[in-house]
């Protein structure tokens, strides 16, 4: 089964549905695919100059009768990567890579995501209207989310 194959979408809103109903929450919830929509913002000018140098140095990598492989920006410059590199012989799927979480970059992007963390749990007025967003109590909320910020 190839990952494109799944309705994701539809599972996902279906047992998000499931949970919101146990939880007494009453909403529409429609699944969407989406890309850029995933930041709630549109493409920026580094997204639009980013994906069209890839598209761009792909289509002359191809005129130039070269396939098979996978097109990168490194220090300025296009490089190919062999599928071979990147595809696991074993499995015939993409390796698995990392995203390094020492960079500034990624914690630029961890300032601005919305997520819980520890003190949501120990602050217990923030707690409390968390908990209370989610029709939960405050010790059913921990039990519920703790998880998702290693507790």
Do not use: C
Request: charged share 30%.
């Amino acid at each position: 089964i190839r990952l494109a194959e799944i309705d994701l979408g539809k599972i996902l809103k279906d047992e998000l549905k499931k949970e919101l109903k146990k939880m007494n929450i009453s909403t529409t919830v429609v699944d969407k695919d989406i890309g850029y929509e995933l930041r709630s913002v549109r493409p920026t000018a580094s997204d639009i100059e980013y994906t069209r140098e890839l598209g761009f140095s792909a289509a002359v990598h191809l005129l130039e009768n070269n396939s098979g492989h996978m097109m990168s920006i490194q220090e300025g410059r296009f490089v190919p990567i062999p599928f071979s590199e990147v595809i696991d012989p074993e499995t015939g799927r993409t390796k698995i890579r990392l995203v390094d979480v020492t960079t500034q970059s990624y914690r630029v992007a961890l300032e601005y995501m919305i997520r819980l963390k520890k003190e949501d749990f120990t602050d217990n007025d923030q707690l409390g209207k968390l908990a209370d967003a989610a029709n939960l109590s405050p010790d059913d909320f921990k039990k519920r989310f703790g998880y998702l910020a290693g507790l």
